[in-house]
Protein backbone atom coordinates (compact mmCIF):
# COMPACT_ATOMS: atom_id res chain seq x y z
CA UNK A 1 0.00 0.00 0.00
CA UNK A 2 2.80 2.15 0.31
CA UNK A 3 3.52 4.80 -2.06
CA UNK A 4 5.28 6.58 0.72
CA UNK A 5 8.34 8.48 -0.13
CA UNK A 6 11.53 7.12 0.79
CA UNK A 7 14.55 9.76 3.40
CA UNK A 8 17.44 8.11 4.34
CA UNK A 9 18.77 10.03 6.97
CA UNK A 10 22.65 9.49 7.50
CA UNK A 11 23.89 9.99 10.70
CA UNK A 12 21.45 9.67 13.79
CA UNK A 13 22.31 12.23 16.33
CA UNK A 14 20.16 15.17 17.56
CA UNK A 15 20.43 16.70 13.90
CA UNK A 16 19.47 13.58 12.11
CA UNK A 17 16.71 13.02 14.68
CA UNK A 18 15.05 15.80 13.89
CA UNK A 19 14.96 15.26 10.24
CA UNK A 20 13.51 11.59 10.89
CA UNK A 21 11.07 12.88 12.97
CA UNK A 22 10.19 15.89 10.11
CA UNK A 23 10.23 13.31 7.40
CA UNK A 24 8.24 10.81 9.32
CA UNK A 25 5.49 12.97 10.92
CA UNK A 26 5.07 14.31 7.14
CA UNK A 27 3.89 10.80 6.00
CA UNK A 28 7.63 10.00 4.33
CA UNK A 29 9.65 6.51 5.06
CA UNK A 30 12.60 7.17 6.90
CA UNK A 31 15.79 4.38 7.07
CA UNK A 32 18.50 5.57 9.76
CA UNK A 33 21.82 4.87 9.60
CA UNK A 34 24.78 5.12 11.81
CA UNK A 35 27.11 2.96 13.11
CA UNK A 36 26.58 4.11 16.87
CA UNK A 37 24.63 1.42 18.37
CA UNK A 38 23.53 4.23 20.74
CA UNK A 39 21.88 5.58 17.72
CA UNK A 40 18.21 4.03 17.70
CA UNK A 41 17.92 5.02 21.47
CA UNK A 42 18.78 9.02 20.17
CA UNK A 43 16.34 9.10 17.46
CA UNK A 44 13.48 7.79 19.37
CA UNK A 45 14.26 10.12 21.79
CA UNK A 46 13.61 13.38 19.19
CA UNK A 47 11.24 11.43 17.65
CA UNK A 48 9.39 10.98 20.73
CA UNK A 49 9.48 15.01 21.35
CA UNK A 50 8.16 15.83 17.77
CA UNK A 51 5.22 13.34 18.39
CA UNK A 52 4.27 15.55 20.87
CA UNK A 53 4.96 18.91 19.54
CA UNK A 54 4.97 19.26 15.97
CA UNK A 55 1.19 18.65 15.51
CA UNK A 56 0.32 21.40 17.99
CA UNK A 57 1.14 23.64 14.91
CA UNK A 58 -1.64 22.55 12.76
CA UNK A 59 -5.43 22.86 12.84
CA UNK A 60 -5.75 19.74 10.98
CA UNK A 61 -4.29 16.17 11.36
CA UNK A 62 -0.55 15.75 9.53
CA UNK A 63 -0.39 12.67 7.23
CA UNK A 64 -0.09 9.32 8.98
CA UNK A 65 3.28 8.23 9.71
CA UNK A 66 5.71 6.58 7.52
CA UNK A 67 7.70 3.73 8.52
CA UNK A 68 11.06 4.10 10.20
CA UNK A 69 13.99 1.78 10.00
CA UNK A 70 17.06 1.41 11.32
CA UNK A 71 19.54 -0.13 8.97
CA UNK A 72 23.27 -1.43 9.60
CA UNK A 73 24.30 -1.24 6.22
CA UNK A 74 24.13 2.24 4.23
CA UNK A 75 23.18 0.32 1.01
CA UNK A 76 19.84 -0.70 2.39
CA UNK A 77 19.31 2.84 3.95
CA UNK A 78 20.08 4.80 1.08
CA UNK A 79 18.37 2.18 -1.80
CA UNK A 80 15.08 3.87 -2.98
CA UNK A 81 15.69 6.92 -0.92
CA UNK A 82 14.98 10.15 -2.97
CA UNK A 83 16.08 12.78 -0.16
CA UNK A 84 19.36 11.59 1.34
CA UNK A 85 20.17 14.01 4.22
CA UNK A 86 23.55 13.26 5.64
CA UNK A 87 24.62 14.81 9.48
CA UNK A 88 27.73 13.55 10.69
CA UNK A 89 30.23 14.85 12.20
CA UNK A 90 31.85 18.46 10.43
CA UNK A 91 34.98 16.60 9.11
CA UNK A 92 35.78 16.86 5.25
CA UNK A 93 37.65 13.67 5.50
CA UNK A 94 34.62 11.79 6.98
CA UNK A 95 32.13 13.56 4.82
CA UNK A 96 33.88 12.87 1.62
CA UNK A 97 34.26 8.73 2.24
CA UNK A 98 30.13 8.98 2.68
CA UNK A 99 29.64 10.94 -0.12
CA UNK A 100 31.79 8.26 -1.93
CA UNK A 101 29.96 5.36 -0.14
CA UNK A 102 26.26 6.96 -0.83
CA UNK A 103 27.08 7.42 -4.38
CA UNK A 104 27.69 3.88 -5.00
CA UNK A 105 24.06 2.96 -3.37
CA UNK A 106 22.41 5.84 -4.14
CA UNK A 107 19.52 6.24 -7.20
CA UNK A 108 20.62 8.75 -10.04
CA UNK A 109 17.63 11.20 -9.21
CA UNK A 110 17.71 10.73 -5.43
CA UNK A 111 19.27 14.45 -3.94
CA UNK A 112 22.39 13.84 -1.09
CA UNK A 113 22.06 16.87 0.81
CA UNK A 114 24.32 18.09 4.27
CA UNK A 115 23.59 19.37 7.21
CA UNK A 116 26.43 20.92 7.61
CA UNK A 117 26.30 24.17 9.67
CA UNK A 118 29.67 25.39 8.46
CA UNK A 119 31.23 23.72 5.15
CA UNK A 120 30.61 25.02 1.72
CA UNK A 121 29.32 23.14 -1.22
CA UNK A 122 32.52 23.17 -2.96
CA UNK A 123 34.92 21.99 -0.34
CA UNK A 124 31.69 19.08 -0.21
CA UNK A 125 32.12 18.00 -3.68
CA UNK A 126 35.64 18.44 -3.83
CA UNK A 127 35.85 14.64 -4.63
CA UNK A 128 32.78 14.68 -7.69
CA UNK A 129 30.32 13.98 -5.30
CA UNK A 130 26.68 15.86 -6.31
CA UNK A 131 25.61 17.42 -2.87
CA UNK A 132 23.96 20.63 -2.11
CA UNK A 133 23.98 21.97 1.55
CA UNK A 134 20.35 22.07 3.71
CA UNK A 135 21.61 23.11 6.87
CA UNK A 136 18.66 23.16 9.48
CA UNK A 137 18.05 24.42 12.64
CA UNK A 138 17.45 22.68 15.89
CA UNK A 139 14.70 21.52 17.03
CA UNK A 140 14.43 20.42 13.40
CA UNK A 141 10.79 19.14 13.51
CA UNK A 142 9.48 22.31 14.45
CA UNK A 143 11.62 25.30 13.13
CA UNK A 144 11.39 26.37 9.29
CA UNK A 145 14.54 27.68 8.42
CA UNK A 146 16.85 25.66 6.15
CA UNK A 147 19.68 27.06 4.55
CA UNK A 148 19.96 26.09 0.65
CA UNK A 149 23.65 26.28 -0.96
CA UNK A 150 24.98 24.63 -4.18
CA UNK A 151 23.55 23.87 -7.66
CA UNK A 152 20.64 26.13 -8.71
CA UNK A 153 18.80 23.05 -10.33
CA UNK A 154 19.03 20.73 -6.83
CA UNK A 155 18.07 23.69 -4.71
CA UNK A 156 15.07 24.28 -6.41
CA UNK A 157 14.39 20.71 -6.38
CA UNK A 158 14.93 20.56 -2.73
CA UNK A 159 13.05 23.54 -1.61
CA UNK A 160 9.98 21.77 -3.42
CA UNK A 161 10.80 18.94 -0.94
CA UNK A 162 11.12 21.10 1.69
CA UNK A 163 7.78 23.02 1.45
CA UNK A 164 5.96 19.79 0.99
CA UNK A 165 7.13 19.07 4.89
CA UNK A 166 6.59 22.80 6.58
CA UNK A 167 9.68 23.68 6.46
CA UNK A 168 10.96 27.21 4.93
CA UNK A 169 14.05 27.07 2.33
CA UNK A 170 16.24 29.88 2.25
CA UNK A 171 18.93 29.60 -0.72
CA UNK A 172 21.90 31.39 -0.11
CA UNK A 173 23.34 33.74 -3.33
CA UNK A 174 26.60 33.03 -2.96
CA UNK A 175 28.19 30.12 -1.02
CA UNK A 176 30.27 31.21 2.19
CA UNK A 177 31.31 29.53 5.03
CA UNK A 178 28.73 28.71 7.83
CA UNK A 179 26.53 30.61 5.26
CA UNK A 180 24.27 33.69 6.84
CA UNK A 181 22.53 32.73 10.07
CA UNK A 182 25.63 30.70 11.29
CA UNK A 183 27.66 33.58 10.52
CA UNK A 184 25.41 35.70 12.63
CA UNK A 185 25.45 33.41 15.77
CA UNK A 186 28.90 33.18 15.53
CA UNK A 187 28.90 36.67 16.00
CA UNK A 188 27.13 37.18 19.23
CA UNK A 189 28.66 33.81 20.36
CA UNK A 190 32.06 35.28 20.09
CA UNK A 191 31.27 38.64 21.73
CA UNK A 192 29.69 36.69 24.59
CA UNK A 193 32.65 35.20 25.70
CA UNK A 194 34.34 38.33 25.97
CA UNK A 195 30.95 39.74 27.93
CA UNK A 196 31.50 36.43 30.22
CA UNK A 197 35.16 36.34 30.95
CA UNK A 198 35.43 40.34 31.73
CA UNK A 199 32.74 40.12 34.06
CA UNK A 200 30.27 42.42 32.38
CA UNK A 201 27.87 39.67 32.61
CA UNK A 202 27.00 36.00 33.34
CA UNK A 203 25.45 33.29 31.26
CA UNK A 204 21.94 33.80 32.72
CA UNK A 205 22.29 37.95 32.99
CA UNK A 206 23.60 37.42 28.61
CA UNK A 207 20.68 35.37 28.31
CA UNK A 208 18.34 37.44 30.27
CA UNK A 209 19.12 40.97 27.76
CA UNK A 210 18.45 38.54 24.72
CA UNK A 211 14.84 37.07 25.74
CA UNK A 212 13.45 40.25 27.23
CA UNK A 213 14.24 42.76 24.14
CA UNK A 214 15.62 41.93 20.99
CA UNK A 215 15.00 38.10 20.82
CA UNK A 216 10.95 38.81 21.18
CA UNK A 217 11.44 41.41 18.06
CA UNK A 218 13.60 38.68 16.74
CA UNK A 219 11.50 35.77 16.58
CA UNK A 220 8.52 37.54 14.54
CA UNK A 221 10.60 40.53 12.16
CA UNK A 222 14.45 40.28 11.92
CA UNK A 223 17.04 43.30 12.20
CA UNK A 224 16.35 45.35 9.15
CA UNK A 225 13.00 45.27 9.18
CA UNK A 226 13.00 45.97 13.39
CA UNK A 227 15.72 48.88 12.46
CA UNK A 228 13.19 50.57 9.46
CA UNK A 229 10.70 51.16 11.67
CA UNK A 230 12.90 52.34 14.22
CA UNK A 231 14.04 54.75 11.62
CA UNK A 232 10.62 56.07 12.13
CA UNK A 233 8.83 57.86 8.85
CA UNK A 234 11.98 59.04 7.85
CA UNK A 235 12.67 55.67 6.90
CA UNK A 236 15.68 53.68 6.53
CA UNK A 237 18.17 55.95 5.51
CA UNK A 238 17.43 57.86 8.54
CA UNK A 239 18.56 55.01 10.56
CA UNK A 240 21.35 54.24 8.65
CA UNK A 241 22.55 58.22 9.30
CA UNK A 242 21.57 57.89 13.31
CA UNK A 243 23.02 54.67 13.73
CA UNK A 244 25.98 54.25 11.18
CA UNK A 245 28.93 56.25 12.95
CA UNK A 246 28.40 53.59 15.92
CA UNK A 247 30.39 51.15 13.92
CA UNK A 248 33.60 53.44 14.35
CA UNK A 249 33.20 53.37 18.13
CA UNK A 250 34.58 50.55 19.94
CA UNK A 251 31.80 48.90 20.89
CA UNK A 252 32.77 45.48 20.00
CA UNK A 253 35.32 43.60 21.02
CA UNK A 254 35.29 41.00 17.86
CA UNK A 255 38.42 42.84 16.94
CA UNK A 256 40.34 39.37 18.45
CA UNK A 257 39.19 36.51 18.95
CA UNK A 258 38.91 35.37 22.96
CA UNK A 259 41.12 32.47 23.84
CA UNK A 260 39.07 29.24 24.71
CA UNK A 261 40.96 28.64 27.99
CA UNK A 262 39.87 25.68 30.81
CA UNK A 263 39.38 28.77 33.01
CA UNK A 264 36.70 30.38 30.62
CA UNK A 265 34.69 27.02 30.07
CA UNK A 266 35.10 26.17 33.31
CA UNK A 267 33.44 29.74 34.26
CA UNK A 268 30.92 29.00 31.17
CA UNK A 269 30.05 25.54 32.00
CA UNK A 270 29.46 26.44 36.27
CA UNK A 271 27.31 29.55 35.17
CA UNK A 272 25.02 27.49 32.58
CA UNK A 273 24.65 25.35 36.00
CA UNK A 274 23.40 27.87 38.20
CA UNK A 275 21.18 29.28 35.37
CA UNK A 276 19.39 25.85 33.94
CA UNK A 277 20.95 23.11 35.85
CA UNK A 278 18.04 22.57 38.20
CA UNK A 279 16.22 21.03 34.77
CA UNK A 280 17.46 17.78 32.94
CA UNK A 281 18.04 18.22 29.73
CA UNK A 282 14.75 16.39 28.81
CA UNK A 283 13.04 18.94 30.90
CA UNK A 284 14.31 21.84 28.93
CA UNK A 285 13.59 20.51 25.58
CA UNK A 286 9.86 20.16 26.75
CA UNK A 287 9.81 23.92 28.30
CA UNK A 288 11.80 25.21 24.56
CA UNK A 289 9.08 23.17 22.36
CA UNK A 290 5.86 24.35 24.33
CA UNK A 291 7.37 27.67 23.95
CA UNK A 292 7.96 27.26 20.84
CA UNK A 293 4.73 25.72 19.80
CA UNK A 294 3.11 28.69 21.66
CA UNK A 295 4.78 30.90 19.91
CA UNK A 296 4.59 29.91 16.03
CA UNK A 297 0.46 29.36 17.20
CA UNK A 298 0.89 32.75 17.69
CA UNK A 299 2.23 33.89 14.38
CA UNK A 300 -0.67 32.23 12.78
CA UNK A 301 -2.59 35.15 13.33
CA UNK A 302 -0.81 37.73 11.29
CA UNK A 303 0.83 35.12 9.25
CA UNK A 304 4.41 36.25 9.88
CA UNK A 305 7.71 34.50 9.72
CA UNK A 306 7.06 31.10 11.15
CA UNK A 307 2.68 31.51 11.17
CA UNK A 308 2.80 32.16 7.31
CA UNK A 309 5.39 28.89 7.13
CA UNK A 310 2.31 27.13 9.24
CA UNK A 311 -0.54 28.70 7.38
CA UNK A 312 0.77 27.77 3.91
CA UNK A 313 1.47 24.20 5.31
CA UNK A 314 -1.55 23.61 6.61
CA UNK A 315 -3.52 24.56 3.45
CA UNK A 316 -2.12 22.01 1.90
CA UNK A 317 -2.49 19.28 3.86
CA UNK A 318 -5.98 17.29 3.56
CA UNK A 319 -9.36 17.86 5.37
CA UNK A 320 -10.55 14.72 6.92
CA UNK B 1 -7.13 63.24 44.56
CA UNK B 2 -4.16 62.42 42.93
CA UNK B 3 -1.66 60.69 44.80
CA UNK B 4 0.03 59.16 41.83
CA UNK B 5 3.61 59.49 41.12
CA UNK B 6 5.34 61.78 38.61
CA UNK B 7 7.76 61.02 35.77
CA UNK B 8 9.45 63.11 34.05
CA UNK B 9 10.35 62.27 30.23
CA UNK B 10 13.23 64.73 29.28
CA UNK B 11 13.02 64.36 24.90
CA UNK B 12 10.17 63.06 23.83
CA UNK B 13 10.89 61.22 20.26
CA UNK B 14 9.89 56.88 19.93
CA UNK B 15 12.09 56.28 23.51
CA UNK B 16 10.20 58.99 25.34
CA UNK B 17 7.07 58.22 24.30
CA UNK B 18 7.56 55.11 24.77
CA UNK B 19 8.76 55.75 28.53
CA UNK B 20 5.97 58.51 28.93
CA UNK B 21 3.10 55.73 27.57
CA UNK B 22 4.78 52.71 29.57
CA UNK B 23 4.51 54.93 33.21
CA UNK B 24 1.12 57.17 32.28
CA UNK B 25 -0.52 53.54 31.37
CA UNK B 26 0.49 52.39 34.83
CA UNK B 27 -1.12 55.00 36.52
CA UNK B 28 1.63 57.56 36.65
CA UNK B 29 1.38 61.60 35.69
CA UNK B 30 4.19 62.32 33.10
CA UNK B 31 5.30 65.48 32.45
CA UNK B 32 7.13 65.80 28.64
CA UNK B 33 9.48 68.59 27.95
CA UNK B 34 11.21 68.77 24.20
CA UNK B 35 11.53 71.83 22.54
CA UNK B 36 11.01 70.03 19.22
CA UNK B 37 7.27 72.02 18.32
CA UNK B 38 6.55 68.22 16.69
CA UNK B 39 7.38 66.12 20.05
CA UNK B 40 3.34 66.39 20.97
CA UNK B 41 2.21 64.94 18.12
CA UNK B 42 5.26 62.37 18.01
CA UNK B 43 4.69 61.09 21.49
CA UNK B 44 0.77 60.94 21.11
CA UNK B 45 1.37 58.38 18.10
CA UNK B 46 3.51 56.41 20.51
CA UNK B 47 0.59 56.26 22.95
CA UNK B 48 -1.91 55.56 20.81
CA UNK B 49 -0.11 52.41 19.81
CA UNK B 50 0.46 51.71 23.74
CA UNK B 51 -3.16 51.94 24.51
CA UNK B 52 -4.08 49.87 21.44
CA UNK B 53 -1.68 47.33 22.57
CA UNK B 54 -0.41 47.06 26.23
CA UNK B 55 -3.52 46.36 28.02
CA UNK B 56 -3.96 42.80 25.72
CA UNK B 57 -1.09 41.52 27.60
CA UNK B 58 -3.27 41.53 30.92
CA UNK B 59 -6.13 39.77 31.99
CA UNK B 60 -6.78 42.27 34.59
CA UNK B 61 -7.55 45.75 34.26
CA UNK B 62 -3.97 48.23 34.46
CA UNK B 63 -4.66 50.89 36.68
CA UNK B 64 -6.54 54.35 35.97
CA UNK B 65 -4.16 56.16 33.65
CA UNK B 66 -2.69 59.14 35.27
CA UNK B 67 -2.39 62.62 33.64
CA UNK B 68 0.02 63.70 30.85
CA UNK B 69 1.47 67.27 30.30
CA UNK B 70 3.81 68.92 27.52
CA UNK B 71 5.52 71.58 29.28
CA UNK B 72 7.99 74.20 27.58
CA UNK B 73 9.88 75.00 30.55
CA UNK B 74 12.27 71.92 31.87
CA UNK B 75 11.60 73.69 35.63
CA UNK B 76 7.76 72.55 35.40
CA UNK B 77 8.44 69.12 34.17
CA UNK B 78 10.79 68.45 36.28
CA UNK B 79 9.15 69.85 39.95
CA UNK B 80 8.23 66.89 41.35
CA UNK B 81 8.95 64.21 39.37
CA UNK B 82 10.64 61.35 41.44
CA UNK B 83 11.58 59.63 37.83
CA UNK B 84 13.39 61.53 35.74
CA UNK B 85 14.03 59.86 32.40
CA UNK B 86 16.55 61.81 29.79
CA UNK B 87 16.29 60.73 25.97
CA UNK B 88 18.21 63.07 23.99
CA UNK B 89 20.05 62.41 20.81
CA UNK B 90 23.62 60.54 21.64
CA UNK B 91 25.90 63.65 22.26
CA UNK B 92 27.54 64.05 25.31
CA UNK B 93 27.92 67.51 25.99
CA UNK B 94 24.37 68.18 24.95
CA UNK B 95 23.28 65.29 28.00
CA UNK B 96 25.73 67.67 30.29
CA UNK B 97 24.40 70.32 29.76
CA UNK B 98 20.75 68.73 30.04
CA UNK B 99 21.72 67.12 33.66
CA UNK B 100 23.08 70.06 34.66
CA UNK B 101 19.97 72.15 33.73
CA UNK B 102 17.93 69.27 35.64
CA UNK B 103 19.94 69.03 39.02
CA UNK B 104 18.84 72.47 39.28
CA UNK B 105 14.75 72.17 39.21
CA UNK B 106 14.70 68.28 40.49
CA UNK B 107 14.14 67.28 44.33
CA UNK B 108 16.46 65.94 45.75
CA UNK B 109 15.35 62.15 46.00
CA UNK B 110 14.96 61.89 42.15
CA UNK B 111 16.29 59.37 40.01
CA UNK B 112 17.62 60.98 36.97
CA UNK B 113 17.97 58.27 34.66
CA UNK B 114 19.53 57.89 31.04
CA UNK B 115 18.27 56.19 28.04
CA UNK B 116 21.64 56.40 26.37
CA UNK B 117 22.26 52.92 24.26
CA UNK B 118 26.12 53.72 24.36
CA UNK B 119 27.34 56.03 27.07
CA UNK B 120 28.70 54.47 30.64
CA UNK B 121 27.48 56.17 33.39
CA UNK B 122 31.19 57.23 34.86
CA UNK B 123 30.89 59.57 31.54
CA UNK B 124 27.91 60.44 31.95
CA UNK B 125 28.66 61.92 35.44
CA UNK B 126 31.96 63.19 34.60
CA UNK B 127 30.48 67.04 35.96
CA UNK B 128 29.25 66.21 38.60
CA UNK B 129 25.43 64.75 37.97
CA UNK B 130 24.19 61.99 39.87
CA UNK B 131 22.67 59.72 37.00
CA UNK B 132 22.32 55.82 36.22
CA UNK B 133 21.67 54.19 32.81
CA UNK B 134 18.46 52.95 32.58
CA UNK B 135 18.30 51.52 28.85
CA UNK B 136 15.12 50.42 27.24
CA UNK B 137 14.42 48.64 24.27
CA UNK B 138 11.75 49.91 21.39
CA UNK B 139 8.64 49.16 22.11
CA UNK B 140 9.31 50.81 24.95
CA UNK B 141 5.68 50.23 26.53
CA UNK B 142 5.93 46.82 24.89
CA UNK B 143 9.16 45.21 25.81
CA UNK B 144 10.24 44.40 29.60
CA UNK B 145 14.35 44.33 29.78
CA UNK B 146 15.70 48.27 30.82
CA UNK B 147 19.47 47.81 31.62
CA UNK B 148 20.97 49.66 34.54
CA UNK B 149 24.20 50.62 35.08
CA UNK B 150 25.52 53.27 37.93
CA UNK B 151 25.42 53.37 41.57
CA UNK B 152 24.40 50.17 43.44
CA UNK B 153 21.65 51.51 45.46
CA UNK B 154 20.23 54.10 42.78
CA UNK B 155 20.01 51.03 40.48
CA UNK B 156 18.33 48.84 43.02
CA UNK B 157 16.24 51.79 43.60
CA UNK B 158 15.33 52.29 40.00
CA UNK B 159 14.56 48.44 39.76
CA UNK B 160 12.32 48.17 42.38
CA UNK B 161 10.25 51.27 40.10
CA UNK B 162 10.39 49.33 36.99
CA UNK B 163 9.39 46.06 38.28
CA UNK B 164 5.95 48.19 39.42
CA UNK B 165 5.68 49.28 36.03
CA UNK B 166 5.90 45.26 34.67
CA UNK B 167 9.05 45.66 33.58
CA UNK B 168 12.28 43.26 34.03
CA UNK B 169 15.38 45.35 35.33
CA UNK B 170 18.58 43.97 34.17
CA UNK B 171 21.90 45.21 36.27
CA UNK B 172 24.91 45.61 34.47
CA UNK B 173 27.73 44.46 36.95
CA UNK B 174 30.65 46.52 35.60
CA UNK B 175 29.98 49.43 33.33
CA UNK B 176 31.16 49.32 29.79
CA UNK B 177 30.17 50.73 26.34
CA UNK B 178 26.93 50.02 24.98
CA UNK B 179 26.67 47.51 28.13
CA UNK B 180 25.11 44.23 26.77
CA UNK B 181 22.38 44.30 24.83
CA UNK B 182 23.75 46.25 22.50
CA UNK B 183 27.24 44.93 22.14
CA UNK B 184 25.32 41.83 20.91
CA UNK B 185 23.42 43.61 18.37
CA UNK B 186 26.23 45.57 16.64
CA UNK B 187 28.29 42.96 15.81
CA UNK B 188 25.41 41.00 14.36
CA UNK B 189 24.65 44.46 12.21
CA UNK B 190 28.02 44.70 11.41
CA UNK B 191 28.13 40.68 10.09
CA UNK B 192 24.90 41.77 8.24
CA UNK B 193 26.38 44.75 6.10
CA UNK B 194 29.28 42.39 5.34
CA UNK B 195 26.37 39.72 3.88
CA UNK B 196 24.71 42.60 1.94
CA UNK B 197 28.10 43.92 1.21
CA UNK B 198 29.14 41.23 -0.93
CA UNK B 199 26.18 39.98 -2.06
CA UNK B 200 25.87 37.01 0.29
CA UNK B 201 22.39 37.95 0.76
CA UNK B 202 19.64 40.73 0.64
CA UNK B 203 18.17 42.61 4.05
CA UNK B 204 15.37 40.40 3.47
CA UNK B 205 17.12 36.79 3.40
CA UNK B 206 19.08 38.09 6.50
CA UNK B 207 15.66 38.76 8.37
CA UNK B 208 14.42 35.38 7.09
CA UNK B 209 17.31 33.70 8.26
CA UNK B 210 16.75 35.48 11.82
CA UNK B 211 13.02 35.24 12.22
CA UNK B 212 12.41 31.47 10.89
CA UNK B 213 15.31 30.08 12.94
CA UNK B 214 17.33 31.06 16.01
CA UNK B 215 14.92 33.77 16.60
CA UNK B 216 11.95 31.83 17.44
CA UNK B 217 14.85 30.38 20.40
CA UNK B 218 15.77 33.69 21.23
CA UNK B 219 12.18 34.87 22.16
CA UNK B 220 11.96 32.12 24.82
CA UNK B 221 15.48 31.14 25.88
CA UNK B 222 18.94 32.49 25.13
CA UNK B 223 22.24 32.05 23.46
CA UNK B 224 23.34 29.86 26.57
CA UNK B 225 20.46 27.90 27.58
CA UNK B 226 19.59 26.52 23.82
CA UNK B 227 23.15 25.85 23.45
CA UNK B 228 22.94 23.76 26.48
CA UNK B 229 20.18 22.41 25.06
CA UNK B 230 22.35 21.45 21.81
CA UNK B 231 25.13 19.78 24.08
CA UNK B 232 22.66 17.09 25.47
CA UNK B 233 22.81 15.17 28.37
CA UNK B 234 26.62 15.62 28.01
CA UNK B 235 25.72 19.48 28.64
CA UNK B 236 27.30 22.51 28.32
CA UNK B 237 30.97 20.89 28.25
CA UNK B 238 29.82 19.16 25.41
CA UNK B 239 28.89 21.67 23.40
CA UNK B 240 31.81 23.69 24.01
CA UNK B 241 34.23 21.14 22.73
CA UNK B 242 32.35 20.68 19.75
CA UNK B 243 31.49 24.48 19.25
CA UNK B 244 34.74 25.87 20.28
CA UNK B 245 37.06 25.13 17.99
CA UNK B 246 35.06 27.28 14.81
CA UNK B 247 35.88 30.41 16.65
CA UNK B 248 39.72 29.55 14.97
CA UNK B 249 37.63 29.32 11.86
CA UNK B 250 37.30 32.04 9.26
CA UNK B 251 34.03 32.60 9.66
CA UNK B 252 33.33 36.30 10.52
CA UNK B 253 34.40 39.17 8.73
CA UNK B 254 33.83 41.09 11.87
CA UNK B 255 37.99 41.57 12.88
CA UNK B 256 37.09 44.81 10.30
CA UNK B 257 34.52 47.22 9.85
CA UNK B 258 32.51 47.55 6.49
CA UNK B 259 33.22 51.46 4.94
CA UNK B 260 29.39 52.81 5.40
CA UNK B 261 30.22 53.94 1.60
CA UNK B 262 26.98 56.15 0.03
CA UNK B 263 26.82 52.74 -2.12
CA UNK B 264 26.24 50.78 0.93
CA UNK B 265 23.67 52.69 2.08
CA UNK B 266 21.68 52.88 -0.73
CA UNK B 267 21.86 49.42 -1.46
CA UNK B 268 20.26 48.81 2.06
CA UNK B 269 17.60 51.26 1.90
CA UNK B 270 16.41 50.04 -1.68
CA UNK B 271 16.73 46.03 -0.47
CA UNK B 272 14.73 47.36 2.65
CA UNK B 273 12.40 49.37 0.49
CA UNK B 274 11.49 46.12 -1.55
CA UNK B 275 11.26 43.98 1.45
CA UNK B 276 8.50 46.31 3.32
CA UNK B 277 7.80 49.51 1.82
CA UNK B 278 4.27 47.79 1.06
CA UNK B 279 3.14 48.50 4.51
CA UNK B 280 3.76 52.27 5.90
CA UNK B 281 5.52 52.58 9.72
CA UNK B 282 2.59 52.84 11.18
CA UNK B 283 1.36 49.66 9.37
CA UNK B 284 4.48 47.92 10.59
CA UNK B 285 4.43 49.15 14.06
CA UNK B 286 1.06 47.53 14.59
CA UNK B 287 1.97 44.20 13.39
CA UNK B 288 5.31 43.96 15.34
CA UNK B 289 2.74 44.79 18.53
CA UNK B 290 0.01 42.42 17.78
CA UNK B 291 2.80 39.86 17.02
CA UNK B 292 4.63 40.79 20.38
CA UNK B 293 1.19 40.59 22.42
CA UNK B 294 0.89 37.08 20.46
CA UNK B 295 4.04 35.96 21.54
CA UNK B 296 4.20 37.30 25.17
CA UNK B 297 0.76 35.80 25.75
CA UNK B 298 2.19 32.21 24.73
CA UNK B 299 5.02 32.79 26.93
CA UNK B 300 2.69 33.44 30.07
CA UNK B 301 2.06 30.17 29.47
CA UNK B 302 4.96 28.47 30.91
CA UNK B 303 6.30 31.72 32.70
CA UNK B 304 9.21 31.91 30.69
CA UNK B 305 11.48 34.79 30.29
CA UNK B 306 8.66 37.89 29.11
CA UNK B 307 5.80 35.73 30.21
CA UNK B 308 6.82 35.41 33.86
CA UNK B 309 7.54 39.15 33.83
CA UNK B 310 3.83 39.84 32.55
CA UNK B 311 2.76 37.31 35.54
CA UNK B 312 3.96 38.45 38.17
CA UNK B 313 2.79 42.41 36.91
CA UNK B 314 -0.79 40.67 36.73
CA UNK B 315 -0.34 39.54 40.36
CA UNK B 316 0.35 42.49 41.55
CA UNK B 317 -2.80 44.34 40.10
CA UNK B 318 -5.93 44.73 41.76
CA UNK B 319 -8.47 42.54 40.94
CA UNK B 320 -11.64 44.43 39.92
Not at 18 to 35: I, K, M, Q, S, T
Not at 181 to 208: F, H, M, N
Request: aromatic fraction near 6%.
Amino acid sequence: MSAAKKAAVVGGGVIGGGWAARFLLNGWDVAVFDPDPDAEHKVKEVLANARRALPLLYDKALPSEGRLGFHSELASAVGGAVWIQESVPERLDLKHKVYSDITGYAGPDALICSSTSGLKPSELAAQGARVIVAHPFNPVYLLPLVELVGEAGDCAHAAETLRAVGMYPLTVQKEIAAHIADRLLEAVWRESLWLVKDGIATTEEIDEAIRMGFGLRWAQMGLFETYRIAGGEAGMKHFMAQFGPALQWPWTKLMDVPELSDELIDLIVSQSDAQSGHLSIRELERLRDDNLVGIMRALKASGSGAGGTINAHEASLPDR
